[in-house]
């Protein structure tokens, strides 16, 4: 398995979900970068584990131990690695599923690849416990991006049947984006938290689980950052966004929705405001060609159910080769969405720190 990405920012993740830790390796900081442990321990806590009404009941403490790459809070320009311990792991709920694949899961195809030699314990490489070395990551990216005036922030846009508002593409604020960091529920509509909690309670109550959708944005970014054709903005984070777990969709703007418009109602036309070129509208969130408008980047991703419920599912034993019923055993998730916030805010920062360094 090769779970390596970037460019001039190199970014390694490892580790299983019930091994004796995880953790990630950042090659490419600039050494001089003062980090706030304090605020990358307010990005893990976003994420961690049974701190939400419908999230899995695994709690981990997701204590960073940084091992090198920083000195006295300060980057030193070496490779920064750092370990999480896994201190609440209960793998034997896990017996069942060796020979029985979980549908919607990893576990078939990994089975087949890797010759059953693969970690299955809570999904092993696989797991969505993997997004906490990456926001980590994200977390470092953060804070070098706000050294360049530049904010990365996400909110629920929707679970199941009930939706948040939208970001206005083309007035996105940092403030905006701030508020939604700070927030424990991150929603534009406040009203719509309640709704929202009720319909994750109805499907985890019904031994289910229900997906969701993300709204993403960045301002402060420099217009012509990007590439075309193979190196565009979309492509490069569209690779680190499918990279987390239950992601099955992304859009830039407004995505598909351009299939049903016309030209003249989508185009973002161009006038000078305060001596500046600027958009007139943001339908294309802020990437033209490839490369940033200027505007604010705005992108959303689709969230699926967690397909590890609860309730009966046909699957199959792949020793006899004969149909089973499995029944799923463990703690999981009944809504992913509230917990991927931070993560995919994590891949869009740690794409756009690649692209600028």
Do not use: W
């Not at 970001?167 to 709704?195: I, S």
């Not at 089973?324 to 917990?339: F, N």
């Amino acid at each position: 398995m090769s779970s390596m990405t970037g460019e001039k920012l190199k970014l390694s993740i490892f580790g299983e979900s019930h091994g004796e830790a995880i953790g990630c390796v950042i090659d490419g900081l600039p050494a001089g970068a003062k980090l706030d442990m304090d605020e990358i321990n307010a990005e893990l806590a976003r994420r961690a584990p049974g701190n939400q009404a419908g999230a899995t009941a695994r709690r981990e403490k997701d204590a960073p131990h940084i091992v090198s790459g920083v000195l006295n809070g300060v980057t030193t320009g070496a490779p920064l690695a750092m370990l999480i311990e896994n201190t609440n792991t209960k793998s034997g709920d896990y017996e069942n599923i060796a020979l029985v694949p979980r549908p919607s899961h990893s576990d078939y195809p990994a089975y087949v690849k890797y010759g059953g030699c693969n970690d299955i314990r809570g999904g092993g490489h696989f797991s969505g416990r993997l997004t906490a070395p990456l926001v980590f990551a994200g977390a470092v990216a953060k804070q070098l991006l706000a050294q360049k005036g530049i904010t990365v922030g996400a909110h629920i846009k929707r679970i199941g049947a009930v939706s948040d508002s939208s970001f206005d593409f083309n007035a996105v604020t940092k403030e905006q984006l701030e508020r939604l960091t700070d927030g424990r529920f991150p929603v534009l509509d406040v009203d719509k938290e309640a709704a929202m909690r009720a319909e994750i309670a109805q499907y985890q109550a019904q031994q289910n689980s229900v997906g969701g959708e993300i709204e993403c944005a960045a301002v402060g970014l420099p217009a012509g950052l990007g590439g075309n054709l193979f190196d565009t903005v979309e492509s490069r984070l569209s690779a680190l966004l499918f990279a987390v777990p239950a992601v099955k969709g992304v859009q830039f703007g407004l995505g598909f929705d351009f299939a049903a418009a016309n030209a003249q109602t989508v185009n973002d036309g161009y006038t000078v405001k305060d001596g500046k070129v600027a958009l007139l509208s943001n339908n294309n969130g802020g990437v033209l060609g490839g490369l940033t408008s200027g505007a604010p980047l705005v992108l959303s991703v689709a969230i699926k159910p967690t397909p590890s419920i609860a309730a009966p599912q046909p699957s199959v034993n792949l020793q006899t080769m004969e149909n089973e019923t499995l029944v799923i055993h463990g703690r999981h998730d009944a809504c992913i969405v509230p917990r991927a916030v931070p993560v995919i805010e994590a891949a869009v920062a740690i794409g756009l720190l690649d692209m600028l360094l």
